[in-house]
């Protein structure tokens, strides 16, 4: 589903973000990925998400060599993988409703379809009760979780997270990993980046590990694969 092939990403002012960097993560899997401030994570995400473009090296998504990939087709790209933000991004002058809505309304879908879809997104994420509600009005977890189901209303097959509980206590953010657990359960591949190892250890799923742009650590659980990461 998604592979990695000796992946490098310069950015313009010359900096090596990442560097011959190669992984696959099959269709329904779940990872993570640990690594310091700076050490590549966000860069591998939007590679992904076709944001940024490989300076050498393949990324496949689906099928798809996201390197000759025309503009034309990132929109379809973006609609199979739903992204989770730490600061969830979501309009504080819209309902919840309306926020989880959106990503259906771009698409042009039948109103009558996007309320099913969307209220079966809240329901997922428990928020049924407060779709007429302002994000502004929950609290920080339960926005979190707006964000979560705005980012699998479209069903998509694979879901990524950038540090989705950097703001959020223990308990809290515990929640949060459940959530992306049950959507793992149900056949979506998750990839979530997060600097919080000790819920990591919590979750006994697999760990790659970037540091300095290279990837040092691939591998499934084990409580001393992850502290690589550190610093
Ligand atoms: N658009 C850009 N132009 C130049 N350098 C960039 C750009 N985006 C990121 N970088 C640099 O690339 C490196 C990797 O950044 P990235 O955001 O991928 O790291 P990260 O592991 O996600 O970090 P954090 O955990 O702090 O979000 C950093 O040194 C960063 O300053």
């Not at 919840?96 to 039948?110: Q, R, S, T, W």
């Not at 997104?121 to 994000?135: I, M, Q, T």
């Not at 990837?215 to 990461?229: C, E, L, S, V, W």
């Amino acid at each position: 589903m998604i592979q990695f092939s000796n992946v490098f990403k310069r950015y313009e002012n010359g900096h090596e973000a990442l560097q011959n960097v190669s992984f696959h993560l099959p269709s329904g899997d779940m990872t993570f990925l640990t690594g310091h401030s700076g050490a590549g994570k966000s860069t591998l995400l939007k590679l992904m998400m076709r944001m940024e473009v490989a300076t050498r090296g393949s990324v496949v998504i689906d099928g798809q060599q996201l390197s000759r990939l025309k503009p034309h087709h990132v929109p379809f790209l973006r609609r199979k993988i739903g992204v989770v933000f730490q600061d969830h991004q979501l309009l504080f002058d819209r309902t919840v409703f309306d926020n989880v809505a959106l990503p259906l309304v771009i698409e042009g879908m039948d109103p009558r379809e996007i309320g099913r879809r969307v209220r079966a997104a809240l329901d997922k994420v428990g928020l049924l009760s407060k779709e007429k509600l302002s994000p502004i009005m929950l609290s920080g977890g339960e926005q979190q979780r707006v964000g979560i189901a705005r980012a699998v209303v479209n069903k998509p097959p694979i879901l990524l997270a950038d540090e989705p509980t950097g703001n959020l206590d223990p308990q809290l953010s515990a929640e949060i990993m459940q959530l992306f657990r049950q959507f793992n359960a149900v056949g979506v591949t998750v990839m979530i980046a997060t600097h919080d190892l000790e819920l990591v250890q919590r979750m006994a799923r697999r760990v790659m590990v970037l540091k300095d742009g290279a990837m040092i650590h691939d591998a499934p659980f084990k409580p001393q694969a992850a502290t690589g990461g550190e610093g």
